[in-house]
C-alpha cells in the first residue's frame, strides 16, 4: 500500500473483525476502517474499491460497491467460475452505464472527467489484461 503512487490515496479499509480493521488502519495510516463492507461501500471518502480477498468472496463484495456507484478493481479471477464473472460483468455494465448517462452525480467536471477517464482504464485493462495508467 505504500508503494502506490501519489495520484491515489487510501482513504479507507475494510475487514471481517473490527480489531484487525483497526490494527490495519493504524498500521497503514489508513484515516477510515470498517467491519463490514457495506459501510465501506457507501463513505462518500471511496471512489475505487479494491476487492482483495479469495476468490469466494469476489462477487459479494465486488458486487456491493458496483452497485453502491463505486468503481472497483477486482484481483484476477474475477469470479468463482464463469457463472459469477458474468454477474460481475452485468453488474459492471449497469454500473458503466448510469456514469456515462449522468445519473451518478460527481462534484465538479474535473471529478466527471476523472471518473471517465477511470471507467477507460478499467476497461482497458479489461479488454487486454494490461495494467493502465490515468492519463
Not at 477486482?74 to 452485468?90: R, S
Request: glycine share 6%; hydrophobic share 45%.
Amino acid at each position: 500500500m505504500r508503494s502506490l503512487s501519489d495520484d491515489f490515496e487510501i482513504t479507507a479499509l475494510s475487514t471481517s473483525r473490527r480489531e484487525s480493521a483497526d490494527a490495519a488502519g493504524k498500521l497503514f495510516g489508513v484515516p477510515l476502517a470498517f467491519d463490514k463492507h457495506q459501510e465501506l461501500v457507501n463513505s462518500p471518502a471511496v471512489d475505487v474499491v479494491a476487492v482483495t480477498v479469495k476468490v469466494p468472496r469476489h462477487l459479494e463484495l465486488a458486487t456491493a460497491a458496483l452497485e453502491a456507484g463505486k468503481a472497483v478493481y477486482c484481483e484476477w479471477p474475477l469470479g468463482n467460475g464463469f457463472k459469477e464473472a458474468e454477474i460481475l460483468a452485468q453488474a459492471y455494465a449497469r454500473f458503466a452505464r448510469d456514469y456515462r448517462e449522468g445519473t451518478h452525480l460527481c462534484p465538479t467536471f474535473e471529478d466527471a472527467v476523472t471518473r471517465h477517464r477511470m471507467l477507460d482504464a478499467i476497461e482497458a485493462a479489461a479488454a487486454t489484461g494490461q495494467r493502465q495508467t490515468l492519463g
